[in-house]
């Protein structure tokens, strides 16, 4: 319990100061400085896109993010998120799905749970990644926040369902398939990440 004083303290001052638990630099910040930054574009120079041009560009752009390291050459190198050097880490965001059919749950037991659950998680906190960053966009042209970083914590449900689907999938694939199929996605997860900023830097 002592531990917890000093965060509940920290979130009492930051709530009754700025209205808010997680201000961003428009609420600590002057008007006339947060419009001088690059959170904020001015009327005539932000691009005008629909919802769904909008959400096109911030999936291209999440999950570039996600699937490499960020740097000012991100685009360069990797602009498109659904290349061969790309999309396993997309498919890292699916594998955990299996878990709700059958042949899953015999699989991953008791682990099941946490699978869904870090699942679930990761989907909630994504709507309101999505729904914070849309909203900048719409009020002051931003279209960052769209960094996939945040997702890192969570990471292990998307690793724990990798070996266990491939568990699963022995019932209906001979043993030696697996086992290329395991080598191969891991070579290209591997590869779609150190290797592959080296080769292109």
């Given at each position: 319990m002592p531990l917890l004083i000093l965060p509940a303290i920290y979130i009492t001052v930051i709530y009754s100061r700025y209205g808010?638990?997680?201000?961003?630099?428009?609420?600590?910040?002057?008007?006339?400085?947060?419009?001088?930054?690059?959170?904020?574009t001015l009327p005539e120079e932000r691009k005008d896109l629909t919802f769904l041009q909008y959400l096109g560009t911030y999936l291209n752009n999440f999950f570039l993010s996600w699937s490499g390291l960020v740097t000012e050459d991100t685009v360069a190198n990797k602009s498109n998120p659904f290349a061969a050097s790309t999309l396993p880490m997309e498919l890292l965001w699916l594998l955990p799905a299996f878990a709700f059919f059958k042949f899953g749950k015999k699989v991953t037991g008791s682990l099941s749970l946490p699978i869904l659950a870090g699942w679930?998680?990761?989907?909630v906190t994504s709507?309101?990644?999505?729904?914070n960053a849309y909203g900048q966009y719409i009020r002051n042209g931003y279209l960052g926040g769209s960094q996939a970083r945040y997702y890192l914590p969570l990471i292990f449900a998307m690793a724990l369902s990798v070996p266990l689907l491939f568990e699963g999938l022995k019932e209906y694939i001979h043993d030696k398939m697996i086992y290329i199929l395991s080598v191969v996605y891991g070579f290209m997860l591997f590869y779609g990440n150190f290797p592959f900023f080296l080769m292109h830097i």
């Open positions: 808010t638990i997680q201000p961003t630099l428009a609420n600590i910040s002057s008007t006339e400085y947060y419009q001088s930054s690059f959170f904020y679930a998680a990761i989907i709507l309101i990644q999505f729904n």
